[in-house]
């Protein structure tokens, strides 16, 4: 074939300028009917470049180009080498060729992918694998109390599905213990997730599009491999799927108000919901959601082999009752502590005191709401047993159930001192349901000792009635009613008069 510097020469010499075919065949040193033919001809069609029959590695093709695939979702400590794709294909394939041959196709597959991978440029709502996230809000009953709480949803643009999980706040925390619930039920990570420039993840947007990104989410990023995109400022509609989903989570499942007693066990009764869910028809492509997902979780990660600390930690410096301030609530150390700094671990249901070494201080469950202050009386109790008269007066004191504190002012300092060590032996898991209740049952017939307070506790605890009335297994004998007072001598004087 001709160049096409040649073929145009010969189009314009012929069409445009009248020359006759052998003229330009003379000039140009060819055939006059080849200057004939691309004169006159009028499709010039690709010429497809011509693939070499390979006999051997032909079979073989797919099965490496899909070890491939599965590879790259994959770290790559992970990924198969040549020489074991070769072994597995001569011992399960009967493959007849060399490992080189193998070794060559590797090497230019691997190229061949990487570039078209960094090539690609597709919407993210058509590609398997890739997900998009946020938060929404819900009505629910809690305490006979109708509150809004967020919810996070993960949806799957590909197939059209979703999952949800409800969380007290859209803190880091919640959105990190979120997204890692879903990896984990999943079997998988998705290679690419949309986010919206929310404060759990993004820290701060500079002006030409670059971000800080919170330290909690950026190591939990590289913890999970997943690429991460964040919408343009405004632009809520780059993640239009996720806001559908929201929308449709609301709607479906959320209204009217759930009640809700334990959180934890809500959540885990949703993960069924969405997958029922899938079991229909995709609204465009006319295939089952649940298959649509199959193809999703084809192309997910893998999942790394430990799960992520979904957690921040600080130093904070406790005040001079041991007790720290964290995102404004405020939560007990121990005494010892009191103007020291202490480590502190925040997790989205849990704020645990760690010492220099971290040692666990002492858990708390983390505050939401207008809840303002968590005290574990424990590591206090001691120190309030050796000086009730130096604490007496303190805020530490108006902290105890108000039918506590109220004893506590009327009570001797002995008194004060037995009963703080009462309580510090009874006192399980800063519970003092029963314990009021043991108080409240001693103080019915006046102000009661510590030992008092005990015995009405355990017969509380073991739920005895003090008051049965005893049925002697014997006959008693009819005793006369006995006369209180002095009015007997008058009878008996009157006896002696008589006689």
């Known amino acids: 074939m001709l160049a096409v510097a040649e073929i145009d020469y010969i189009r314009y010499e012929v069409n445009q300028k009248g020359e006759t075919y052998a003229s330009v065949g003379r000039k140009m040193g060819i055939d006059p009917r080849t200057v004939n033919k691309y004169a006159n001809q009028e499709e010039f069609q690709r010429k497809e470049k011509q693939k070499r029959k390979a006999p051997v590695l032909d079979p073989v093709r797919p099965i490496i180009d899909k070890w491939l695939k599965e590879d790259l979702n994959k770290k790559k400590k992970y990924h198969r080498t040549s020489k074991k794709m070769y072994q597995q294909l001569k011992k399960f394939h009967s493959f007849k060729g060399s490992d080189r041959t193998v070794r060559d196709y590797v090497s230019r597959r691997k190229k061949e992918l990487k570039e078209t991978m960094e090539d690609a440029a597709l919407p993210l709502e058509s590609i398997p694998g890739t997900a998009q996230v946020d938060f929404g809000t819900a009505p629910f009953k809690y305490m006979s109390e109708v509150i809004d709480l967020p919810y996070l949803v993960m949806s799957f643009p590909n197939c059209n599905g979703f ?98 007693v334990d959180l934890d066990h809500f959540n885990e009764t949703l993960w069924a919901l969405a997958e029922e869910d899938r079991e229909r028809l995709h609204y465009d492509k006319q295939v089952f959601q649940s298959k649509l997902y199959e193809e999703d979780q084809a192309n997910w990660l893998m999942l790394p082999e430990k799960k992520f600390e979904c957690a921040r930690y600080q130093e904070v410096k406790a005040d001079k009752y041991g007790i720290v301030t964290i995102d404004k609530k405020q939560y007990s150390t121990t005494p010892r502590f009191a103007k020291q700094k202490v480590r502190v671990s925040i997790t989205y249901n849990e704020v645990t005191i760690l010492n220099e070494d971290n040692d666990v201080i002492v858990k708390h469950d983390r505050l939401y709401g207008v809840k303002r202050k968590s005290m574990i009386w424990q590591p206090y109790l001691d120190l309030l047993s050796k000086r009730p008269r130096a604490i007496k007066y303190s805020s530490l004191y108006n902290q105890f159930p108000f039918v506590w504190s109220d004893y506590l002012r009327n009570c001797t300092e002995e008194e004060q001192k037995s009963t703080l060590r009462l309580l510090g032996s009874l006192l399980k898991n800063n519970d003092f349901s029963l314990l009021n209740e043991a108080l409240t049952m001693a103080s019915s017939h006046g102000h009661p000792s510590a030992d008092q307070i005990k015995h009405c506790f355990y017969s509380l605890l073991h739920q005895d009635n003090t008051y049965d009335t005893i049925e002697p297994n014997i006959s008693v004998p009819q005793m006369p009613a006995a006369t209180r007072g002095l009015s007997h001598y008058d009878s008996l004087l009157q006896e002696r008069g008589e006689s």
């Open 163 to 260: 999952y949800f999980q409800i969380f007290p706040s859209e803190n880091t925390e919640c959105l990190l213990e979120g997204l890692q619930r879903m990896f984990h039920h999943m079997g998988g990570v998705p290679q690419t997730i949309r986010f919206d420039n929310f404060s759990p993840a993004v820290k701060k947007i500079f002006s030409k599009g670059e971000r800080e990104l919170t330290d909690t989410f950026e190591r939990f990023v590289l913890h999970y491999g997943f690429q991460y995109e964040f919408c343009n400022p405004g632009k809520g509609n780059e993640k239009g799927h996720v806001e559908a989903m929201i929308k449709y989570v609301r709607n479906n499942f959320l209204l009217p108000e759930n009640t809700i």
